[in-house]
């Protein structure tokens, strides 16, 4: 573009339209840098007025998250000295560790469901899509319709039904029912956005595979694959982050052994009312995954935002 | 024939194996290919859907194994458009639809407008307006009651401190009359950069030359505006209007986090109040003429408004 150019923007005006969206960016960051900020407070620090933006750093929240705690006697913390520096953040309020919490499990199960269901998202809807994108299958429009319109429903109208026949399955609250369930609801998109990038490789480079003696499977996997593997990639982004995020389903379907991460956050109890500190570790831990993840790979993700809504 | 390896793997495999991997037609691969993800939607989608309508017409409860189920006809289809309750959080779903679809409409366009002049480092900043929506609405939800907290709460003082009234002197999510506003603040924030994107890539579609003819004829920058940017764009704003309308209209994980439907039942939206009757009252029979009627009302309105914006997509 030349510097003539009428279409491109003064310098003025480009230095106007970038303080103002740097200011909307910095006011939108507030909320979550101070949720992290509180992850590092005391309970007293956390509920002072004014609001501390200075103060002194503990782990107390992050201790609090990952422990259960009991209050002991006076004599019994005498003779038991602590032995490390949590043992030493609990015993200002009396308490001892008795053991750890349910949050590394839970988020252990968000990791398993999410990556779980992320992978099989992935593999039938590679499949299919590929399938849409290069057979002539009947009534194609119309499935693609109705694969994409199952996305209307609202999570808790599905629910009841769901409910019904996972507990006639012995599905509820487990592992493979939640991966089979976020399958299900990912797998419109998966097939919509994939179907999208695999039309987009041209079809002479399989043709040419199967003249040279290549059998459908193989001019599959061997060319098509690695030439969709960014759009793959950004899909899988995708369902990981709604896997990732669920809550509806979760709450519903799922109470102890495959409880995810986010029912549970909420429940975060310490003595008193709700344990701010912890609950903010708690929320801290698990969106900067996904914030780092949303960083580093921004142009393949937003590229994919935009890409998947205006090819509906 | 030539070493390829499909034909090393075909020389080594017993030749009745072999026809039979070759052997596939294309036809046959492309069912082989669709059946799984056709299976599994049925599976958890149309079953259930099936199973619902069933539902709808029984006075079934689920937290009553072995209680006899009668069949009672259109009677819970009939109890719910007559009872003025579920009138009343179909109100509440309407206002937060409403207010937050022209909010994040009129920022996420202008944001996408202002990012557009191209200014230097805009993709990073871009990125970090797109992180809230990026997050687990049920942990948003969850902390951003922390920050409406009457006393202690951040989003108290900073209102304080810019008005000068006493930060303890209202309640976001206490009060009747704040509490429907405390849910469209917190989806604004949360969904503006979503249609800020979709604005985007309809600004960028435009290309350089529309202008350059406008600039020969002195078109001005005003006129230019209202004549090829805004219907240039209208097409992808009805887009995202569209999937902020479905996912608003389903909303329940954030609102629930934040306000659990109350004050009363003034943030008490459709799915919150649906979730009461199914989960809580084990109502199951009504909650699935009430699930079926939220549907049909979606899949309906979804229905009118894609009409509409083909229409303008033909302009």
């Known amino acids: 573009m030349s510097s003539f150019s009428v279409t491109e923007p003064s310098k003025r005006s480009k230095w106007f339209a970038g303080t103002l969206v740097i200011l909307y960016a910095l006011i ?8 992290m900020l509180t992850g590092f407070k005391s309970p007293a620090d956390a509920i002072s007025y004014p609001p501390k933006v200075i103060f002194e750093p503990t782990l107390e929240g992050y201790v609090n998250l990952f422990t259960q705690r009991t209050r002991q006697t006076e004599d019994f913390l005498a003779n038991n000295p602590p032995e490390n520096w949590r043992d030493e953040i609990v015993r200002q309020y009396d308490m001892v560790i008795v053991g750890p919490s349910k949050f590394g499990e839970r988020f252990l199960n968000s990791v398993i469901i999410g990556f779980g269901s992320t992978f099989l998202s992935i593999f039938l809807g590679t499949l299919a899509a590929y399938a849409f994108s290069r057979f002539k299958i009947p009534l194609a429009d119309d499935l693609l319709f109705f694969i994409l319109s199952t996305r209307m429903m609202p999570p808790i109208a599905v629910a009841i039904p769901i409910f019904l026949m996972y507990r006639q399955l012995g599905l509820s609250d487990t592992h493979l029912g939640m991966i089979l369930l976020y399958t299900a609801v990912n797998i419109s998109l998966a097939v919509w956005l994939l179907k999208g990038f695999i039309d987009e490789i041209p079809r002479e480079y399989e043709e040419a595979a199967l003249i040279d003696g290549y059998t459908r499977f193989q001019a599959f996997y061997k060319v098509v694959l690695p030439q969709a593997a ?19 389903f979760a709450v519903l379907l799922t109470s102890g052994t495959a409880q995810t991460a986010p029912p549970f956050i909420p429940t975060i109890i310490g003595v008193g009312g709700l344990d701010w500190p912890a609950v903010a570790a708690g929320a801290t831990i698990f969106l900067l995954p996904v914030m780092i993840f949303t960083i580093l790979l921004r142009k393949n993700l937003l590229r994919g935002i935009t890409f998947g809504a205006v090819r509906k | 024939m030539s070493d390829t390896p499909a034909n090393r793997i075909a020389a080594a495999t017993p030749p009745r194996v072999a026809r039979k991997i070759r052997g596939l037609s294309d036809r046959a691969i492309a069912w082989i290919f669709v059946a799984p993800t056709i299976f599994l939607l049925l599976a958890i989608n149309i079953f259930p859907l099936i199973w619902t309508i ?59 407008y202002l990012i557009n002049k191209k200014f230097k480092g805009n993709d990073l900043w871009t990125t970090i307006i797109v992180l809230p929506m990026m997050l687990s609405p049920a942990v948003v939800g969850n902390f951003w009651k922390f920050l409406y907290q009457p006393q202690i709460g951040l989003f108290n003082y900073v209102v304080a401190f810019f008005t000068g009234k006493d930060p303890s002197s209202f309640e976001m999510l206490g009060s009747v009359t704040l509490a429907p506003w405390s849910i469209v603040i917190v989806d604004t924030w949360m969904w503006t950069p979503f249609v800020m ?87 199951t029979g009504y909650a699935s003429a009430y699930a079926i009627i939220l549907f049909v009302t979606v899949f309906g309105l979804a229905s009118i408004y894609v009409k509409a914006l083909n229409k303008v997509k033909e302009r």
Request: charged share 15%; glycine share 6%; net charge positive.
């Open chain 1, 230 to 248: 960014t759009g793959i990639a950004s899909t899988a982004i995708f369902c990981l982050i709604f896997a990732w995020n669920e809550y509806a």
């Open chain 2, 54 to 112: 069933q539902l709808s017409f029984t006075n079934y409860k689920a937290n009553r194994i072995g209680r006899e189920v009668k069949n009672v006809g259109l009677r819970n289809y009939e109890r719910i458009l007559t009872d003025s309750d579920i009138w009343l959080n179909m109100q509440a779903t309407a206002h937060f639809l409403f207010w937050t679809i022209v909010l994040q409409v009129l920022i996420g366009f202008a944001l996408a």
């Open chain 2, 197 to 283: 994107l979709i604005c985007l890539a309809g600004l960028r579609s435009i290309p350089d030359y529309i202008y350059e003819a406008a600039e020969v004829d002195r078109a001005s920058k005003w006129r230019q505006f209202w004549t090829i940017t805004v219907p240039m764009v209208l097409p992808f704003l009805m887009l995202a209007v569209l999937f902020r309308g479905i996912e608003n209209f389903k909303m329940f994980d954030l609102v629930v986090q934040l306000t659990g439907g109350g004050p009363g039942s003034t943030t008490e939206l459709t799915s919150i109040n649906l979730k009461r009757e199914a989960f809580e009252k084990w109502r």
């Open chain 1, 28 to 35: 939108t960051m507030i909320p979550l840098a101070w949720i």
